[in-house]
């Protein structure tokens, strides 16, 4: 038996899954968060973010630049410096991951499900 919606239920979520398709991957919500704090290189959102692997976080972030919430500004250093920010459109976002965080509280099982301290 197939679980489908139909057309009022699927327009109903219209508005989510737009997001979810901005967002693209899992960790987005956790690049953002980490990124609140203020532009970041890549080594350092690595350190800091150690649940993600690498790769993950290179797909993240460029999904997260194509959707425009994040920007990428390269440094001509030797070895280069890559930075990345948040872009307004990902400022923006900051005030749906507080909300996240209030029913996470509210809701939670009472325990660090922060995947950050994973493996500390």
């Not at 790769?55 to 070895?79: A, K, M, N, W, Y």
Request: proline content about 4%.
């Amino acid at each position: 038996m197939e679980n489908r919606l139909n057309e009022p239920e699927r327009s109903r979520f219209t508005n989510i899954c737009a997001v979810l398709e901005i967002l693209g991957a899992k960790w987005a919500f956790l690049v953002i968060a980490e990124l609140t704090s203020g532009p970041k290189r890549f080594n350092q959102l690595n350190r800091d973010l150690k649940v993600v692997k690498t790769q993950s976080l290179t797909d993240v972030l460029r999904q997260l630049e194509r959707s425009g919430i994040v920007r990428r500004e390269v440094f001509p250093t030797v070895p280069v410096t890559v930075e990345y920010a948040l872009t307004e459109k990902g400022e923006d976002f900051q005030d749906a991951l507080k909300e996240m965080e209030k029913w996470a509280v509210k809701w939670g099982d009472g325990t660090n499900n922060d995947p950050r301290a994973q493996g500390e």
